[in-house]
């Protein structure tokens, strides 16, 4: 099983409503991101979980608040986005590697986010 | 700060015509990805290069990596229509705590009978 599996596929929201995207695999992988896209230009990183410790934070406005509950999911909270917000939002794992630096990432399907 | 730079941003070829897109970076990477995006979808991995003078293929696409220039090539050989989607590089970096990939601009890639 080599899949990371994103939901909901679609999702479109108010500007003062919650929301939560969520991933998922069962790769036995260790690291996992999230990444954000807008259109027409080339994947963000947002952050990076390593051992369900977040180890990366790029700088990401607190209206976005990730979680790692255990080493398969990865949830990413949203509250009071702005229209800008709206991108495709990717979540990737991998392996984290003894020698250093993690394998090769593997994206989901991506959640298209739309704020309205 | 690491950069990553792709050229052509935009290709239009015609089906069975050769050609290359290369990728810069601006300091010293743990790997190299090769990722295909067709619209609207996720990414795609198309090539793993892991040390200096590393070549992949697979087939139309060869994939090369020079790690003293700090470039890397995907070569296109007799290009279908179905290649058409873009393209990016993908440099790796490992901090001491997790790996970043950084994106290069990316590559449209179109085919045209």
């Known amino acids: 099983d080599t899949e990371v599996t994103q939901t909901p596929k679609h999702l479109v929201m108010g500007m003062t409503n919650k929301k939560s995207l969520k991933c998922e695999q069962h790769m036995g992988h260790r690291a996992m991101y999230w990444y954000k896209q807008k259109a027409k230009k080339p994947p963000e990183l947002m952050f990076v979980y390593s051992y369900e410790k977040l180890s990366i934070n790029e700088s990401v406005p607190s209206r976005f608040s990730p979680e790692c509950p255990n080493s398969s999911l990865l949830n990413l909270h949203l509250h009071a986005l702005q229209p800008e917000d709206s991108a495709l939002y990717l979540c990737a794992s991998s392996q984290v590697s003894y020698l250093g630096g993690n394998t090769e990432a593997f994206f989901g399907q991506g959640t298209r986010l739309t704020v309205v | 700060e690491l950069k990553v730079e792709q050229n052509p941003l935009f290709l239009s070829m015609q089906e069975g015509k050769n050609y290359t897109i290369y990728c810069n970076y601006s300091t010293t990477s743990d790997r190299l990805y090769w990722y295909r995006q067709d619209p609207g979808k996720s990414l795609e991995s198309l090539f793993v290069?892991?040390?200096?003078?590393a070549v992949k293929q697979e087939g139309r696409l060869m994939a090369s990596l020079d790690t003293k220039a700090r470039l890397s090539t995907l070569h296109i050989t007799a290009a279908v229509h179905d290649l058409s989607a873009t393209y990016f590089c993908a440099v790796d970096r490992y901090t001491g705590t997790a790996s970043k990939l950084t994106f290069g601009t990316g590559t449209r890639l179109q085919v045209t009978l």
């Open positions: 290069l892991l040390s200096n003078g």
